[in-house]
């Protein structure tokens, strides 16, 4: 049972142009949600994240965009480069137990983003 | 680089074989996580352990193992090996149990390429 879905494997964007990858999610107890980017031959790296009490965070040319009543959100990347092309990863925590339990991260599938010059 | 290294980076063996992947956490980590990416899969929780201890556990195979060394480094055991273990096979680490200010982020190796044969 996946709880976190990212339904598009793959997305084609023009540089310059904004990128929009999505991710629903099933668990309502989720408390952060992060994205994480991974290029060929290396490991996932983490990019932005938000808090389920947010609706919105920017970190420059990254925005996660948050709605819970619809369990869905979404990364826009403006203006795409072609050094953005990547895996993208959505992921989810919630702590496991309360007083100091672990948040371990739930990943989606990815979205393999390429961005053409 | 960040920080977290994985050896070996790849390994082909045969089915029924056992191997061990090996983690060296950030330096001042205590927190360890195995992660799990097979083909066209998302990355699936394994197990992770905190300062030597064993913290959470997740779709983990009884036939795989870990534990994690005083000097903080980790092992990740598979045995009996099946044509369907073939997967990258990740590890992360975070200082605490809740990765970065309590969001999941945690830190990624390059991962370990196993393929059985």
């Known amino acids: 049972d996946q709880q976190v879905k990212q339904n598009s494997p793959s997305l084609s964007v023009q540089e310059g142009r904004i990128s929009i990858l999505n991710c629903d999610y099933t668990n309502s107890m989720f408390d952060y949600f992060l994205w994480y980017k991974k290029y060929p031959a290396e490991g996932p790296t983490f990019l932005i994240s938000i808090s389920s009490i947010k609706d919105k965070n920017e970190d420059g040319r990254f925005t996660v965009f948050l709605n819970k009543s619809a369990k869905h959100l979404s990364l826009h990347i403006v203006p795409s480069q072609p050094g953005d092309s990547a895996v993208y990863f959505c992921?989810?925590?919630?702590?496991?137990?309360?007083?100091?339990?672990?948040?371990?991260?739930?990943f989606g599938r990815g979205t393999s983003l390429i961005v053409h010059p | 680089d960040s920080g977290v290294t994985q050896t070996p980076k790849h390994l082909i063996t045969a089915t029924g074989q056992r191997v061990t992947l090996r983690c060296s956490p950030r330096s001042g980590d205590l927190s360890v996580y195995w992660y799990q990416q097979s083909l066209d899969q998302g990355l699936q929780f394994l197990i992770q352990y905190y300062n030597g201890e064993e913290r959470a556990k997740g779709n983990i195979l009884e036939r795989f193992s870990a534990q994690q060394f005083p000097d903080l480094h980790s092992e990740l055991n598979l045995s009996s090996l099946e044509l369907g273990d073939s997967a990258l096979y990740f590890c992360?680490?975070?200082?605490?149990?809740?990765?970065?200010?309590?969001?999941?982020?945690?830190?990624f190796g390059e991962g370990s390429r196993l393929t059985v044969l």
């Open positions: 992921a989810a925590t919630v702590q496991l137990h309360a007083s100091g339990g672990s948040y371990i991260p739930t």
């Open positions: 992360a680490s975070s200082v605490g149990l809740a990765g970065v200010s309590g969001t999941g982020e945690l830190f």
